[in-house]
């Protein structure tokens, strides 16, 4: 079953534009969301993570928006550049603050 | 490079064969995990050790898989009789102990192709 639901599969955006991806999940009793960015033939890296004591995180051009009662969070990613061009995952805590389950990823690519 | 290394980079095997992966996490990070991710998809959760303790295991890990950590420092990953379906990408990823959840950095992965 699918315990995490990540939105869309792939994006096209201009450069310069607003790239946003979305995620829901079903049930954590655990309090850690992340997202990570993956280039081909890389191990995922962090990108930035928020904690549901507050609504919306921002780092730079990256922001997580959460939504705590819709068990959503997204993140938006301002003035895309072809760089920004990746695989991006969220994940949750489902089973425990260790066990990550991870979306199945977006495919985004920036056009110059 | 301080990052976590994972060795062989690749690994093409026969059905049947048994094969193991190396870990070696960020020298002062105590907990380590192994994941598995298939083209297309995010990482799936195997399992994680904190120092020489395996904690968690996927309740999807079949007893073919069997991961080791022996002094707390580097992971040894052993897949029996592999299978076709067995065919990935292992990561390897490590974070120190903190609150709560703490980041996980990861390796560049082990692919396996199981002919």
């Known amino acids: 079953q699918q315990q995490v639901k990540q939105s869309p599969q792939s994006l096209i955006v201009q450069k310069g534009g607003i790239s946003i991806i979305n995620c829901a999940y079903e049930n954590t009793a655990f309090d850690y969301f992340p997202w990570y960015q993956q280039f081909p033939g890389k191990g995922p890296a962090l990108l930035i993570a928020i904690r549901p004591d507050v609504s919306e995180k921002k780092e730079g051009r990256f922001t997580i928006s959460f939504n705590k009662s819709a068990k959503q969070f997204s993140l938006h990613i301002m003035d895309s550049q072809p760089g920004d061009s990746a695989t991006y995952f969220c994940a949750a805590p489902v089973y425990s603050n260790y066990q990550l389950i991870w979306g199945a990823g977006t495919k985004l690519i920036i056009k110059p | 490079d301080t990052g976590v290394s994972q060795d062989p980079r690749h690994k093409i095997t026969k059905r049947g064969q048994n094969v193991t992966f190396r870990c070696d996490p960020i020298s002062e990070h105590n907990r380590l995990y192994w994941y598995r991710q298939t083209l297309g998809q995010g990482p799936e959760f195997l399992t994680y050790f904190q120092n020489e303790a395996q904690l968690e295991k996927s309740r999807l890990l079949s007893d073919r898989f069997s991961a080791e950590r022996p002094k707390g420092s580097f992971s040894t990953l052993e897949i029996q009789r592999t299978e076709q379906g067995d065919s990935a990408m292992y990561l390897c990823?490590?974070?120190?102990?903190?609150?709560?959840?703490?980041?996980?950095?990861f390796g560049p992965g082990t692919r396996l192709t199981v002919l």
């Open positions: 990823a490590s974070s120190t102990t903190g609150g709560g959840t703490d980041t996980q950095y």
